[in-house]
Each structure stands twice: as C-alpha cells, then as structure tokens.
C-alpha cells in the first residue's frame, strides 16, 4: 500500500523549532520530487519547500529561506522540514507532497497533514 505518514507537528512558542516528517512506504524516492505546502486557517494551499531526487537542489518560499531547511533520509525514505524561528504566521496544517515520475506517468500522493501552531 502506498502511503505517506506525516509526523512532527505541535504546539511550540515563537522563537522554537520543530522538525517535521514525512515517511514513505509503497515506493522509494527515486525519481520524485518533494514538496512541503501549508495551508493556514482560512486560507489556501501555500508552497513552503522542495526538493528533488534527481539534482542537489533545494528551493523555498521568501517567507520561510533562512528559517526552515529540507532534506531526505533515503534509506529511511523520508522527507523532513527542519523549522527553525517559527513565528505565528507559520501556523497552518503542513502537508507533503511526492510526485513519483514513472515511465510512462507521474504518481503524486499527499501526506494526512500535521497541525502546527506558533503562539505564546
């Protein structure tokens, strides 16, 4: 069965650190592209972060470059959010994204979502 397990999340005070983790079973990363999006209370989907299998290169959102760093674990075949200087407006419910490009088709799965909440 192909899943994608999201962990990490919490209730942490402004200035705190959480890391967030995405663990995959049913298909490895090879080939993938993954991505970290947010989605805060009344609002829609946000881009946070990626990363890719394929090329060494890691991308984010202005409002979180400096702060939070991704990452893989392959042999583990997870994907983690190292948050760092969290500030309440990176309160949201974050989701991981996969897309697994096939040979002849993409595969993209989504994570259940983690919640996590930046207040004092």
């Known amino acids: 069965e192909v899943q994608l397990v999201e962990s990490g999340g919490g209730l942490v005070q402004p200035g705190g650190s959480l890391r967030l983790s995405c663990a995959a079973s049913g298909f490895t990363f090879r080939n993938s592209a993954m991505t970290w999006v947010r989605q805060a209370p009344g609002k829609g989907l946000e881009w946070v972060s990626s990363i890719y299998s394929y090329i060494a290169n890691t991308y984010y959102a202005d409002s979180v470059k400096g702060r939070f760093t991704i990452s893989t674990d392959n042999a583990k075949n997870t994907v983690y959010l190292q948050m760092n200087s969290l500030k309440p407006e990176d309160t949201a419910v974050y989701y991981c994204?996969?897309?697994?490009?096939?040979?002849?088709?993409?595969?993209?799965?989504w994570g259940q979502g983690t919640q996590v909440t930046v207040s004092s």
């Open positions: 994204n996969v897309k697994n490009y096939g040979l002849a088709q993409t595969y993209t799965y």
